[in-house]
């Protein structure tokens, strides 16, 4: 049974940072893709950031772009997300996707699997 377990989320004020990790079980991803969504309150969820198999191609949504971080250790089958800078419109709740596509994407379409998500909240 594959399983995308999210941690690291929780309560920072503005300006400060969080990293999220997701650790994989139950198949490996390290040919794959794998992607960091979020969803706000009565929003629908959105794409944050992607990496390819390797790390040596991303993409970012552009309201995060020069302020999070994504990366990958393939030998511990984790993907983390470095949130610098946070905004109170970045509360919401991060999910960790894992794709069986060969390329990156930034649609939920292209994700197979996905965790249960954790919690992050920036207080102004």
């Known amino acids: 049974q594959v399983q995308l377990v999210e941690s690291g989320g929780g309560l920072v004020q503005a300006g400060g940072s969080l990293r999220l990790s997701c650790a994989a079980s139950g198949r490996t991803f390290s040919n794959y893709p794998m992607g960091w969504f979020r969803q706000a309150p009565g929003k629908e969820r959105e794409f944050v950031a992607t990496?390819?198999?390797?790390?040596?191609?991303?993409y970012y949504a552009d309201s995060v772009k020069g302020r999070f971080t994504i990366s990958r250790d393939n030998a511990k089958n984790t993907v983390y997300l470095q949130m610098n800078s946070l905004k109170p419109e970045d509360t919401a709740v991060y999910y960790c996707?894992?794709?069986?596509?060969?390329?990156?994407?930034?649609?939920?379409?292209?994700?197979?699997?996905w965790g249960q998500g954790t919690q992050v909240t920036v207080s102004s």
């Open positions: 996707a894992g794709s069986l596509y060969s390329s990156i994407s930034s649609r939920i379409s292209a994700y197979d699997y």
């Open positions: 990496i390819n198999w390797s790390g040596s191609s991303t």
